[in-house]
């Protein structure tokens, strides 16, 4: 079954430095999102991207994050200058035609912002 | 705002009882409908979703969910669960015809004793 695989599985940084998560979502899909979740919490929607530019994204998504399809099949989330706040779990997922046909989310990447 | 509630926080079974985990959506317009499983350590992965048509709908692994749009609920069940089943379970719902992003309730934590 095809999967939507992220790298690295976990990541410890120190405060102020920036992180890039890379994910490699179904090759066929044309819909990515990044969400997150933070100990104890639910999972949060960061952001959605589509035909190379973000479609959506919420309040938590500003200015310190960004994303990038770089190549045609990495798609990465990059957080500018790490605040201890930011230490979560962060999912990507694709999905082949939109939220009708549901979400493929990959393992996650776990960030420990120190 | 769109919220989702998930009013069980952990439920704890023994193999053979039968289960029902709630979920309330808050939201007057058309919404799709989701469960998703996370199992310790690994990603999340739908179990079962809903966007028109009988209501009730039967997912992976035995699980089925009954949208009750009077009630706003979206109920998981499983007649008989398994010690395999020990997971976290998570509703979500998006509203049709935004890009996709899904709100997600806080969790269910299932554990099932042998």
């Known amino acids: 079954e095809p999967e939507v695989t992220q790298t690295p599985s976990h990541q410890v940084t120190q405060m102020g430095q920036e992180v890039i998560l890379r994910c490699v979502p179904i090759?066929?899909?044309?819909?990515f999102y990044w969400y997150r979740q933070i100990l104890g919490q639910k999972v949060e929607f960061l952001v959605s991207f589509y035909n190379n530019e973000i479609s959506e994204k919420s309040e938590i998504f500003d200015d310190q994050f960004s994303v990038e399809r770089p190549d045609g099949s990495n798609f990465t989330l990059k957080i500018r200058s790490t605040k201890l706040e930011d230490s979560a779990m962060y999912f990507c997922a694709s999905s082949e035609q939109g939220p009708s046909y549901g979400y493929t989310f990959g393992s996650g990447t776990r960030l420990t912002v120190v | 705002a769109q919220s989702v509630s998930q009013h069980n926080h952990h439920v704890i079974l023994s193999e053979a009882a039968s289960l029902e985990l709630g979920c309330n959506y808050s939201?007057?317009?058309?919404?799709?409908l989701f469960w998703y499983v996370q199992y310790p350590g690994q990603h999340l992965q739908l179990l079962l979703k809903?966007?028109?048509?009988?209501?009730l709908v039967k997912g992976i692994k035995g699980f089925e969910a009954e949208f009750i749009k009077s009630k706003f609920s979206f109920n998981l069940r499983k007649p008989s669960v398994q010690w395999s089943d020990t997971a976290e379970y998570f509703c979500a719902v998006n509203v049709r015809g935004s890009q996709g992003n899904l709100i997600f309730g806080k969790g269910t934590k299932l554990s099932v004793k042998p």
């Open positions: 090759s066929n899909h044309l819909y």
């Open positions: 939201y007057g317009g058309t919404v799709n």
């Open positions: 809903y966007f028109s048509g009988d209501p």
